[in-house]
C-alpha cells in the first residue's frame, strides 16, 4: 500500500513539474507569454482544492520517502538508488524557498507572483536564489524521472513506448531553463515592464508579510531536518537492536557474515556479490529470486506482496525474493536462480526480438 | 634484465645532464678545432724579411695589448660555461625561486582577501552567481542530451561489455567499441554544454568565468572516461589491469581525486591569472598566483601517497611473501613523488619531467606488460563470466601492476621466463608483443627525456660532442639489448615450448620420432645462445669504441685451428644431426650397418652405441656410418614353408591355415601386433619326395618372433588333428627280385639310404636370425 502510495503522490508532483515547466518553456518566446499561459498550466493547483491536494500529496511523499529510508537496512544501494535518496534529502530544503514565496504568499498573505517579476527576483535581485531554483528544476526533475522510469520499468508496453520518451524527458527541461535564461535577459534588459502586487490594504505591511514568511520558510526547512534526523536515528536504533549475526554462502561465492534484519539482497550487496533486482528491491520484478537450500532456523514467514511475485511466476516452494526475506540468524545457503548480469544479457536480445523482458525473465533458468 | 636497463637509463642520465650544458660542448669543440688553426705551422720556410717584420710588429707594445684583449674575448666564453659556474647559476635560480616562494607564503593570510578584493573590482555584483547559474545550465543540457544519447546507445554497449569476444581482435574490437561509445557520448556532453554557452553573448569577464569552468568539468570528465577505460572499476571482464574488483575501484577513486585537484588547481592559478590581469591588480594577485598551485601540487602528492599506501597494504595483506618487496616499492614510490614535488615546487621543470619518466618508465613496462597478459589471457579464457571475474580477481590479489604513477610486482605468469604449456596458444606471440612494447616505451622515454631537456633525439646522436657520444652509445647498447632480448626471449619460448609438449618415453615403448627433437632442441637452444651472446657483447663493443676487427680475425684464426684439428669430431657431429634429421634410427630401434647389427641403445653427440642381441656392444661414430638399415620402422613380413605330402588336401590346408590366422588376431598378447592375418598362399614348389606350402603374415617389427612361433605351434597341432602329416624325408629302394633280401643284403640298402639322407642334411644351415 506504502509503496503504491508513494507511486501515486510522485505521479502526482510530477504532473505539476511538467505542467510548470512547460509554462516556464514557453519563456522561449517572451515573458509575456509565459505569464499569459500561467492560468492554463498552472490554474489547476492555484485554488484551494487543488493546492492542498498538491500539498497533501507532496508531504505524504515526504514522509514515505523518509519511512523508506527508516526501513533501509543498508547505504550501500545501487546507483540510481543512491542518487534518489541524496536528491530526496536536498530536495526539500531546495524547494521550500520556492514554495514559501510563491504558494504560501498567495494563498495566506494575498501576494500573488508573476513570471516577469520572479525573473527580475532570481536575476537581478538575488543572483543566489536564481542558482537554487536552477539547481531545485535540475535535481527535481532528475529525481522525477528516475523514480518514473524505475516504475515503468516493469510495465508491459514500456519498451515500445520508452524510446519515444526519453526525447520528452530532455527536451522539456532543457527547454525550460533555457527559457528560464532567456527570459532572465529579457527581464533584465528592461524591456519588460515589471509589476509587483501590493499587499492588500488593511492587512499587515510587505516588510511584516516578508518576515513572517522567513519564518515559515525556516520553519519548514528546520521541519524537515528534524524530520530526517528523527529518521535516521530511529534506523540507527532499529539497526542496533537488530542484534546477531547471519553467516549467509550463495552458491559459487565466498560464505560472509551480515546483522540479521537486513534482508538478504541489500546483505548481498554490502558484500559484493553480483545480484539482479530490476525493481531496486521492492518486490515486484521477482529477479532477485532465489533458491534457499539450507537454513538453520525457519525462514520468516512470506508477506503478501511476496506471494503475489512469487505466484506469478509460479515458482516452487523453497524459492523466495532476497529483497523480502529478512535475515534471522543461523547459517543461510542460497542459489540465485537469474544470472546476476541478466539485465544485460536479456535486455539486449529482447529489443532485438520485442518481446517483455518480464515474460522471459520469468523463463530464464537457473545460472 | 629490468635493472639493466635501469642502469643504463641512469648512465644515459647522465649524460643528457651534462649534454645541455655548454661546456662539453665548447671544450669539444672550439678549443680542439680552433686550436690547430692558431698553431698551425707554416708548410713553406719563412721569409726572413717577414720574420723580421713579425718580430717587429710583436715589439710593438700595441699590437701586444692587441692580442691580449683577444686572447682574454677568445677564452672569456670557455671560463664563463664552466661546470661550476652552471651549476652556481642554476643554484642562484633555485634560491631566486625558494625566495618568491617564501615571500608569497609569508602573505598568505592576505590571499583569499586580495582574491576577493580583485573579484568585486572586476566583477559586478551578481555576476559570479549568474555565471555560476548558466555554468549550471549547459552542463545539464550537456548532461541531458548524452543521457539521451546513452539510453539509445545503451543496448550496444552492452552488448560490447557482455559479449566476450573469443579471438583477440574480437575483444579488441570490443573495448575500443566500447571506449568510442563512451566517448561519443562525452562528445555530445561537451558539444551540449559549449553550444549552449555559444548561443549567449557574454560579457568579458563572466565569459572567462564560465569557459573555464565548463573547461574544468569536461577536462575532469575526459580523464573519468580514461580511467574507467583502463580500470573499468564496475565491469572485471572489461578491465585492461589485472586488478580486482575493491583495488579497481579504489584506484579509480584516487585518481578521480588527484585529478581533480590537479584541474581545479590549474583552473584557478589561470583565472587568478586572467583576473590579475584584467583589473589591473597582478601585483597584488601575485602571491595568490604562487599559493595556489603549490597548495594544489602539496595535496595532490599526498593524494598520490596515499593511494600509494592505500594500494599497497590491501595486497600484502593478500600474500606475505610479496610484503617485504611491496614495502620497499611503496617507499620507494613515496619517495618518488617527494623527491618530484620538492623538484617542482623549486621549479626545476626538466629535472621533475626526467624524475617522472624515470620513475614510470619500470611501472609502465611492468604495467603494460601485465595489461598484455591480461588482454591474452581473457582471450584465452572461453569460461562463463563468473569464472572469470574470479581469476580477474585472484590475478589482482596475487598482485600485479596498476596503472598510473604506482608500480607493482608483476602477477605470477608475467614474468618473461613464465611456464609455458598448452593451453596457451598465444604464449609465443604474447612475449614477443610484451618485448615490443618494452622497447616502444624505452625508445619512447629516451625520445621524451631527450626533448623535456631541449634536445633534437637525431640532431644530439650525430653531433661529436662527448655528451652525443655517450648518448649515442647508450642508445646502441640498449637497443641491441633489447632486441637480442626479444629474440631470444622468443626462441627459447618457442623451443622450450615444443620440448614441453614431449613427455618422457613411457616404459617399454619405443620412443617416437620426437626423442630426435627433444635431442637436437637443447643444443639448438645452446648454440643459438651463443651465438646472440656473442654477437651481442661484439655489437655493444663496437658501439662503446673498441675496435673489434682484431678479436675477430683472433677468434677467425683460432676457428681454423681448432677446425683442422678436431675435423674427425665435426664430421661425426655434423653427421650426427643429419641422420638425426633423417630420422634413420631411433633410441629402441634394430638396425644394421654394414656387418654390424643390434638394437640402438643410446646416442651422444658424436657417436650412436648399439647393442648387438647377444649382448655385444658395438659404439660407431656418426662419420662413419655410410648406409643403414633399420629393422624396425612401420612393418615386416615373415614367411614359413611346411613339407606336406604330395596327397595332402590344399583346400583342408587353407582352410586350416585361415582358422590358426583367426586364433593368433584373436589373441590378447600379440594379436593387434598383426597387420595383415596369417594366410596360405598355397604350394610354394615341389620337391623329390614332398610340396612346399608357403604361409606369411605381416606384422608390427618386433612381434613377428613370437608369432611365428605360435603360428608354427598352433598349425602343427591343426595339422595333426586333421590327419595331415608332415613329409617325412624317406629312401624308397626298390628292389626287383621277388625274393626277400637276405639280411646282410638289408643292412646294406638301409645303410645306402642312410648315406643319401645324410647327404642332403650336410646341407649349409640357414643363419638365426632371431635376436
Given at each position: 500500500m506504502a509503496r503504491r502510495l508513494r507511486i501515486i503522490t510522485g505521479l502526482i508532483i510530477f504532473a505539476f513539474v511538467t505542467g510548470h515547466l512547460i509554462n516556464i518553456s514557453l519563456g522561449l518566446w517572451s515573458t509575456g507569454l509565459m505569464e499569459r499561459a500561467r492560468p492554463i498550466f498552472m490554474g489547476l493547483w492555484g485554488n484551494w482544492v487543488g493546492g492542498t491536494f498538491l500539498a497533501l500529496a507532496l508531504s505524504t511523499h515526504v514522509i514515505l520517502g523518509l519511512l523508506a529510508i527508516y526501513r533501509r537496512n543498508t547505504l550501500q544501494v545501487s546507483r540510481e538508488d543512491g542518487i534518489q535518496i541524496i536528491s530526496s534529502l536536498v530536495l526539500l530544503p531546495l524547494l521550500v524557498p520556492h514554495f514559501v514565496g510563491t504558494a504560501i504568499a498567495a494563498g495566506f498573505f494575498s501576494l500573488p507572483q508573476n513570471y516577469p517579476g520572479l525573473l527580475l527576483y532570481f536575476w537581478q535581485t538575488y543572483p543566489g536564489e536564481g542558482l537554487r531554483q536552477v539547481l531545485l528544476m535540475a535535481i527535481a526533475w532528475i529525481h522525477g524521472c528516475i523514480g518514473l522510469f524505475t516504475w515503468l520499468k516493469l510495465q508491459p508496453w514500456w519498451r515500445r513506448v520508452a524510446p519515444l520518451v526519453y526525447p520528452l524527458a530532455v527536451a522539456l527541461p532543457v527547454l525550460a531553463m533555457l527559457a528560464y535564461v532567456e527570459g532572465g535577459k529579457e527581464v533584465m534588459s528592461g524591456q519588460v515592464e515589471v509589476t509587483y502586487a501590493q499587499p492588500p490594504?488593511?492587512?499587515?505591511?510587505f516588510d511584516e508579510i516578508l518576515a513572517r514568511l522567513e519564518t515559515v520558510k525556516w520553519t519548514l526547512i528546520w521541519l524537515f531536518v528534524a524530520g530526517v534526523a528523527v529518521t535516521l536515528i530511529a534506523r540507527a536504533w532499529r539497526l542496533l537492536r537488530n542484534e546477531g549475526l547471519t553467516r549467509v554462502k550463495y552458491v559459487g561465492q565466498e560464505a560472509y557474515i551480515a546483522g540479521n534484519g537486513m534482508t538478504l539482497l541489500e546483505s548481498a550487496r554490502v558484500n559484493e556479490i553480483p545480484h539482479a533486482s530490476k525493481c531496486g528491491?521492492?518486490?515486484?520484478?521477482?529477479?532477485c529470486r532465489v533458491r534457499v537450500l539450507d537454513s538453520s532456523r525457519p525462514l520468516p514467514e512470506i508477506s503478501e506482496a511476496e506471494h503475489e511475485t512469487l505466484d506469478r511466476f509460479e515458482a516452487e516452494t523453497g524459492v523466495r525474493l532476497a529483497c523480502q526475506l529478512k535475515l534471522a540468524g543461523g547459517r543461510l545457503e542460497v542459489e540465485r536462480l537469474l544470472s546476476p548480469h541478466l539485465v544485460a544479457a536479456n535486455l539486449t536480445a529482447e529489443a532485438e526480438r520485442g518481446e517483455h523482458p518480464d515474460r522471459k525473465i520469468a523463463k530464464t533458468g537457473a545460472v | 634484465m629490468v635493472p639493466a636497463i635501469r642502469c643504463l637509463a641512469f648512465l644515459l642520465l647522465a649524460g643528457l645532464v651534462m649534454a645541455p650544458h655548454p661546456t662539453i660542448a665548447q671544450v669539444g669543440g672550439p678549443m680542439l678545432q680552433t686550436t690547430p688553426s692558431r698553431t698551425a705551422q707554416p708548410t713553406e720556410a719563412a721569409d726572413p724579411a717577414e720574420l723580421r717584420e713579425f718580430l717587429r710588429l710583436l715589439s710593438d707594445p700595441r699590437i701586444v695589448a692587441e692580442l691580449r684583449q683577444q686572447l682574454e674575448a677568445v677564452e672569456a666564453p670557455d671560463k664563463g660555461v664552466s661546470m661550476r659556474m652552471h651549476i652556481s647559476e642554476a643554484a642562484a635560480r633555485i634560491e631566486a625561486r625558494v625566495n618568491t616562494l617564501i615571500s608569497s607564503f609569508s602573505k598568505i593570510e592576505e590571499v583569499p582577501s586580495a582574491i576577493i578584493r580583485a573579484w568585486i573590482a572586476g566583477v559586478k555584483p551578481g555576476d559570479g552567481l549568474r555565471g555560476l547559474t548558466y555554468v549550471l545550465v549547459f552542463l545539464f543540457i550537456g548532461g541531458g542530451l548524452e543521457w539521451l544519447y546513452r539510453q539509445y546507445a545503451r543496448s550496444l554497449q552492452l552488448r560490447l561489455a557482455y559479449n566476450h569476444g573469443d579471438t583477440l581482435g574480437r575483444r579488441f574490437a570490443n573495448a575500443l567499441g566500447g571506449a568510442a561509445l563512451h566517448l561519443t557520448g562525452l562528445a555530445i556532453f561537451t558539444g551540449g554544454s559549449i553550444g549552449a554557452f555559444l548561443l549567449f553573448r557574454w560579457p568579458e569577464l563572466t565569459r572567462e568565468f564560465v569557459i573555464n569552468l565548463l573547461i574544468t568539468v569536461i577536462t575532469f570528465r575526459l580523464v573519468g572516461a580514461v580511467v574507467r577505460f583502463v580500470l573499468a572499476p564496475g565491469m572485471p571482464a572489461l578491465r585492461l589491469v589485472p586488478l580486482g574488483n575493491v583495488r579497481a575501484r579504489r584506484a579509480t577513486r584516487y585518481v578521480m581525486l588527484a585529478a581533480f585537484v590537479g584541474i581545479f588547481g590549474m583552473m584557478l592559478t589561470d583565472s587568478i591569472a586572467w583576473l590579475g590581469e584584467a583589473t589591473n591588480r597582478a601585483a597584488e594577485l601575485a602571491a595568490a598566483r604562487e599559493v595556489v598551485p603549490v597548495i594544489a601540487a602539496i595535496v595532490f602528492a599526498v593524494i598520490l601517497v596515499a593511494m600509494n599506501l592505500r594500494l599497497r597494504r590491501s595486497r600484502s595483506r593478500a600474500s606475505s611473501t610479496r610484503s617485504a618487496r611491496d614495502r620497499t616499492m611503496v617507499i620507494l614510490n613515496t619517495v618518488m613523488i617527494l623527491v618530484v614535488l620538492v623538484l617542482w615546487l623549486v621549479g626545476a621543470r626538466a629535472l621533475v619531467w626526467t624524475m617522472i619518466i624515470l620513475g614510470l618508465l619500470y611501472p609502465a613496462i611492468r604495467a603494460l606488460s601485465a595489461v598484455v597478459d591480461n588482454f591474452y589471457k581473457q582471450a584465452e579464457a572461453t569460461t562463463e563470466e563468473d569464472r572469470q571475474a574470479q581469476s580477474s580477481t585472484e590475478a589482482g590479489a596475487t598482485g600485479s601492476a596498476m596503472s598510473m604513477a604506482e608500480d607493482a610486482p608483476p602477477p605470477a605468469a608475467a614474468g618473461g621466463d613464465a611456464p609455458v604449456n598448452e593451453?596457451?596458444?598465444?604464449a609465443i606471440q604474447r612475449l614477443v608483443v610484451k618485448r615490443f612494447v618494452r622497447i616502444g616505451l624505452v625508445l619512447a622515454a629516451i625520445a621524451v627525456i631527450a626533448w623535456v631537456w631541449g634536445l633534437g633525439f637525431l640532431s644530439l646522436s650525430g653531433s661529436p660532442s662527448t655528451a652525443g657520444r655517450l648518448f649515442r652509445t647508450a642508445v646502441n647498447v640498449l637497443v641491441t639489448l633489447l632486441i637480442a632480448d626479444l629474440v631470444w626471449t622468443w626462441a627459447k619460448t618457442a623451443i622450450d615450448r615444443r620440448l614441453a609438449d614431449y613427455g618422457p618415453v613411457a616404459d617399454g615403448m619405443a620412443p617416437g620420432p620426437e626423442a630426435r627433437m627433444a635431442t637436437l632442441l637443447p643444443i639448438f637452444r645452446m648454440f643459438l645462445m651463443i651465438t646472440v651472446v656473442v654477437i651481442v657483447s661484439l655489437t655493444v663493443l663496437s658501439s662503446i669504441g673498441i675496435d673489434i676487427g682484431p678479436l675477430l680475425a683472433g677468434a677467425g684464426v683460432a676457428g681454423i685451428a681448432i677446425g683442422f684439428g678436431a675435423q674427425a669430431l665435426v664430421r661425426d657431429v655434423v653427421s650426427g644431426i643429419f641422420y638425426l634429421l633423417d630420422d634413420a634410427f631411433r633410441v629402441g630401434e634394430y638396425i644394421e650397418m654394414e656387418n654390424l647389427r643390434g638394437t640402438v641403445e643410446s646416442m651422444s653427440i658424436r657417436s650412436l652405441r648399439v647393442r648387438h642381441h647377444l649382448g655385444a656392444v658395438h659404439t660407431i661414430p656418426f662419420g662413419e656410418l655410410k648406409s643403414l638399415t633399420n629393422y624396425s620402422r612401420d612393418w615386416v613380413i615373415m614367411k614359413l614353408e611346411f613339407r606336406v605330402p604330395f596327397d595332402t588336401d590344399l583346400k583342408l590346408v587353407k582352410k586350416i591355415v585361415k582358422e590358426v590366422g583367426k586364433e593368433l588376431q584373436a589373441h590378447e598378447g600379440y594379436g593387434q601386433h598383426l597387420i595383415q592375418p596369417l594366410k596360405s598362399q598355397g604350394v610354394r614348389r615341389m620337391e623329390e619326395f614332398n610340396m612346399v606350402i608357403g604361409v606369411k603374415f605381416m606384422a608390427r617389427p618386433g612381434a613377428q618372433w613370437l608369432i611365428r612361433r605360435d603360428a608354427y605351434q598352433k598349425l602343427r597341432d591343426a595339422f595333426e588333428k586333421n590327419g595331415i602329416n608332415f613329409a617325412q624325408r624317406n629312401v624308397k629302394v626298390e628292389v626287383s627280385s621277388e625274393t626277400p633280401l637276405p639280411d646282410e643284403v638289408r643292412r646294406a640298402v638301409s645303410g645306402a639310404a642312410q648315406e643319401a639322407i645324410e647327404k642332403r642334411d650336410a646341407q649349409p644351415q640357414p643363419v638365426p636370425d632371431e635376436p
Open positions: 490594504a488593511g492587512g499587515p505591511g528491491g521492492r518486490g515486484r520484478c521477482g529477479t | 593451453a596457451e596458444p598465444f
